[in-house]
């Protein structure tokens, strides 16, 4: 077969073998966007007998297994099968889904699963991997090593959550001599250690999560280099550190990350060229960004392309730090979107058809602004509809409202019309602020 690739000046052979001589219809599946432009057929007696599956070995990407991420199996056969391809299956798919072609799992709700891969040569050959996934309940959960079984680390609250591909471990040692660093973990107790983890390919320190969150690195000096752990989702880009802040003594550095969706995030090593100071405690929690200032999104000038439902977490604008929510402080939740269309290009307004929403928190009263190229939206908060002060740009730029929001609940913003929009921020106030405004 032929396959057009992504233009009309280049094209992919693709050859496939039917060793089944009686075989009469096959089956061609799409599994993205292409163009075939010839199927050739041709029988070749000279063909050797296929040499058929005989067994299945299944290891798994990960071995945290939570509800609300998941995991990806991988699936090898004997070597000199002719036909290594396999097929995937879950036994519950209320607990689980299965991608069937390339083995990634969802888990949707906690409980045993089972997942099967046949082999796709007909020859009955099959293996299972049996899967047991937890509630994500858990607010705080943190990671550190007191000896050299790193992978087998057992002293860590939620440890559950976070998994290492091997026991990387490295001594803290400066001039030859080992160094003993102290930590008061979680649970309030303390804890000295001489080992951390190298972050290198056999020592990647990878965390499972469910929603948004903040996660806290501390590297030590071991006399190698200091280089800023690299933190990316599995599969996607890596997010730069929201603070780093060097100890006074200057033998540790810690850093604080935003998680900004859910997902497996990959810890590594920050300078792959040479050796890095191992890392010698990680902390994710739960917590919400907390907005004393303001946050929103920016489409214009940065590439949309989550697509047209989910969260469009890479143009989320974060504080600089984040701050426990208390009675003076405010915060919004992550900015869901729902039948947003990717905006083309970096130079583009989002395109905000009628019928997309974009959906979020607040914890207490702000000041929405939404900068529209045409046509006013709605806006509506806890379900009423909120009326917008409109301020026209004169050098074409569209309109920017801004809606006053009296408390706590959920904004939406829905397009009545065929729309696109710049940018959506949220203003907040403190409480003396407030108070301030009101007495005056």
Not at 323 to 344: H, Q
Request: glycine share 8%; hydrophobic share 35%.
């Amino acid at each position: 077969m032929f396959f057009n690739n992504f233009s009309t000046g280049s094209q992919i052979e693709q050859d496939y073998i039917v060793y089944d001589e009686n075989a009469r219809e096959f089956v061609i599946t799409a599994k993205g966007t292409t163009y075939i432009t010839k199927i050739v057929v041709t029988p070749d007696s000279t063909i050797p007998a296929a040499t058929p599956v005989s067994e299945i070995a299944i290891t798994a990407s990960s071995k945290v297994q939570t509800v609300g991420v998941g995991i990806t199996l991988s699936a090898s056969v004997n070597k000199d099968a002719t036909n290594k391809a396999v097929i995937w299956s879950s036994s519950d798919e209320s607990i689980a889904e299965i991608n069937p072609y390339t083995g990634k799992i969802t888990f949707k709700a906690a409980g045993n699963v089972t997942f099967t891969a046949t082999a796709c040569d007909g020859s009955g050959v099959t293996a299972t991997y049996e899967c047991n996934p937890k509630e994500a309940n858990w607010t705080a959960a943190e990671w550190y090593t007191t000896d050299k079984a790193v992978s087998e680390e057992e002293t860590a609250d939620g440890i559950d959550n976070f998994s290492t591909n091997n026991s990387a471990n490295k001594d803290l040692k400066i001039n030859g001599s080992y160094v003993t660093y102290k930590f008061t973990n979680l649970a309030g107790k303390e804890f000295t250690t001489n080992q951390g983890l190298k972050l290198n390919s056999a020592g990647m320190l990878s965390i499972a999560t469910t929603k948004p969150a903040t996660l806290t690195l501390i590297t030590c000096d071991a006399g190698k280099v200091f280089a800023t752990p690299i933190v990316k989702l599995e599969g996607g880009t890596a997010v730069e550190p929201i603070s780093t802040t060097v100890a006074e003594d200057g033998k540790t550095i810690t850093y604080v990350y935003q998680l900004t969706s859910a997902g497996m995030w990959n810890i590594e090593r920050g300078d792959t060229s040479q050796e890095n100071n191992p890392l010698l405690y990680a902390k994710c929690e739960y917590k919400e960004a907390v907005i004393s200032t303001s946050t929103g999104l920016s489409f214009k000038g940065t590439h949309y392309t989550e697509g047209k439902t989910g969260i469009a977490n890479a143009n989320i604008i974060y504080p600089s730090e984040a701050i426990e929510a208390s009675s003076s402080t405010v915060y919004v939740n992550e900015f869901k979107l729902t039948n947003c269309a990717s905006n083309g290009n970096a130079t583009n307004w989002l395109t905000f058809s009628k019928g997309a929403t974009i959906e979020f928190k607040v914890s207490g009263a702000c000041t929405v602004l939404v900068g529209y190229y045409s046509a006013l939206q709605t806006i509506k908060f806890n379900g009423e509809v909120v009326e917008g002060n409109k301020t026209s740009v004169s050098n074409g730029g569209g309109d920017i409202v801004e809606y006053e929001i009296s408390g706590a609940g959920t904004v939406t913003i829905e397009a009545s019309t065929n729309n696109y929009l710049g940018f959506v921020g949220v203003l907040f106030k403190t409480l003396e602020q407030r108070k301030t405004e009101a007495c005056a």
